[in-house]
């Protein structure tokens, strides 16, 4: 079982109506400490994304102009090791077994 802490807080009378609607008599502290995980959760989850959106952002001139260095040898990989539908090998017969419907 994890510590736990007794504290006294001031909280706005509508909001405790509030919990106590949506809260068990008895379980009130722990409907409280759940919306409070909840709360630093959602403000690290949205602190995060906020971080890695300011990096995309400061690397995309850098990320672009590497991807343009690398635009011509990923292109001829394209066409030199990827078979096309067109080009693919239809002499396999295993299609042959298939019912009319599935072919």
Known sequence: MLAKEKVTLTLPFDLMEAVRKLAAPRQQSQFIAEAIEYFI???QRKSLRERLIAGYQANAAADAEIAA????LEDEAWRNHIPTYETEDTTNDSASSLPNFAR
Request: net charge negative; charged share 45%.
């Open 69 to 72: 260095e690398w635009s011509n």
């Open 41 to 43: 959760a959602e403000k």
